[in-house]
């Protein structure tokens, strides 16, 4: 097996490892890309086929590269992004190696540099980012058994209505991915259930302006710490069909069951969380809240955006809602598919390194870890609140770059020299 020698090794070439890479190479760092598959393989192979952006395409994108063949106010398609980040890896000429898997990493030269062990031999490295991102491991809460005749799958899985068989269906998880897939299945006729968990939604678009916008006018994106008791709270929120603002009314209007927070099974019935209203009414109260703030914004500012009344409407709660179903029989209503879109847990168990807490979490300082040469990227938090986006993950790689220059500078007059790719 071959050793390879660089300075840095970036894991992964999805957006993370891709902004990384630019920044690296604006400050001369040698570095190389190990990609167990190919670029930007999440957008290829981990999403249902119609799947687009949630956020338009001026705002879901890298500073330094544009869409292109789109409206910058559209959501573009996963096709599209894979396009976008395949052409921007051929901009910036990022050294990515795909088909090349890490197994592990664990330090050498007494904690001076690291060795990845590969699917392509080994990689030394005096500085690592892990940039495999926030959606590495299916989360499915262990709530319902393998049962005969009940497909199962996690919304990463999830392709189209058609890959399901005959019969209902119970879509777990009330943020961007239940909520679409959950839409989409109602649409193509299938009978719908939805269990509907704590969230945040936003307007769509407000006073002549996207969500997204008034994030970052009123500050938000750069929100550093997470309000208590919200780390797992999902945002609802779609692009699809040219974008519109998440309505759990309108859902149930459309023919789809609303039902609480899915608590547990026994024989053939799911059991569900008195909890509904309570969901949906903080759901409502965190939609007004962005209306107050943008409209206190508009007025301290002396904007010139137009009203939007009607955005302060909300309809009464549906009749599922007012009177929640607390049990349901598989049978009963006939469901021969959950779909679970209930998000994603980290799997660092490769990386055997002393730099993580008590729940397997990476100890960092925006994206700094404790253990020096080793560096995060892509994940929630890490430094703010746009962290996990795709134009946040490339404020973070600017930072994370920097510190890798500037340890180099500091260890060069000791080691004379910087230590270079050996292909």
């Known amino acids: 097996m071959s050793i390879v020698h660089t300075n840095t090794l970036i894991i992964g070439a999805g957006q993370a490892g891709l902004a990384a890479s630019e920044h690296l190479s604006n400050n001369n760092v040698p570095h190389i890309i190990a990609e167990k598959d190919r670029i930007a393989e999440s957008w290829r192979t981990r999403r249902w086929d119609s799947l687009v952006a949630n956020g338009p395409a001026w705002h879901d994108r890298f500073p330094t590269r544009e869409f292109t063949g789109i409206d910058p106010d559209s959501f573009a398609t996963k096709d599209q992004i894979v396009d976008y980040f395949s052409s921007f890896a051929e901009q910036i000429s990022a050294p990515v190696r795909t088909g090349t898997e890490i197994f592990s990493v664990s330090p050498v030269d007494d904690g001076r540099a690291f060795r990845a062990e590969s699917s392509d031999g080994a990689f030394v490295a005096r500085n690592i980012v892990v940039a495999t991102g926030a959606f590495q491991k299916p989360a499915i809460p262990p709530l319902v058994p393998s049962l005969p005749g009940l497909v199962q799958i996690h919304s990463e899985s999830y392709r189209n209505p058609a890959q399901l068989p005959e019969g209902a269906v119970l879509v777990v998880g009330a943020g961007s991915s239940g909520v679409q897939i959950a839409d989409e299945l109602a649409r193509a006729g299938r009978r719908t259930f939805l269990s509907v968990g704590p969230h945040n939604r936003p307007p769509r678009r407000y006073r002549g302006r996207d969500f997204v916008w008034w994030l970052g006018a009123l500050g938000q994106w750069d929100a550093t710490t997470c309000e208590p008791n919200m780390e797992h709270v999902t945002i609802a929120v779609s692009g699809a069909r040219g974008g519109h603002t998440v309505d759990f009314r309108s859902l149930a209007a459309s023919g789809i069951t609303l039902l609480g927070t899915l608590e547990s099974f026994g024989g053939d019935s799911l059991r569900f969380a008195p909890d509904l209203e309570r969901n949906i009414a903080q759901g409502d109260a965190d939609y007004l809240s962005l209306l107050d703030a943008a409209d206190a914004y508009i007025a301290r500012e002396g904007l010139d955006l137009p009203e939007e009344p009607d955005a302060r409407k909300i309809a009464r709660y549906p009749l599922c809602v007012t009177i929640p179903i607390r049990e349901l029989g598989l049978r009963d209503v006939e469901i021969t598919a959950i779909v679970w879109a209930t998000g994603y847990s980290s799997d660092f168990g490769w990386l055997k390194l002393d730099a993580f807490d008590s729940h397997g ?32 993950t490339w404020h973070d790689a600017q930072y994370v770059a920097a510190h890798i220059a500037g340890r180099d500078a500091d260890a060069a007059p000791a080691e004379g020299r910087r230590v270079r790719v050996d292909e």
């Open 361 to 392: 979490q990476p100890r960092h300082r925006r994206g700094v870890s404790v253990v020096p040469g080793l560096y995060f990227l892509g994940l929630p938090w890490l430094s703010r609140r746009a962290s996990p986006f795709i134009w946040g």
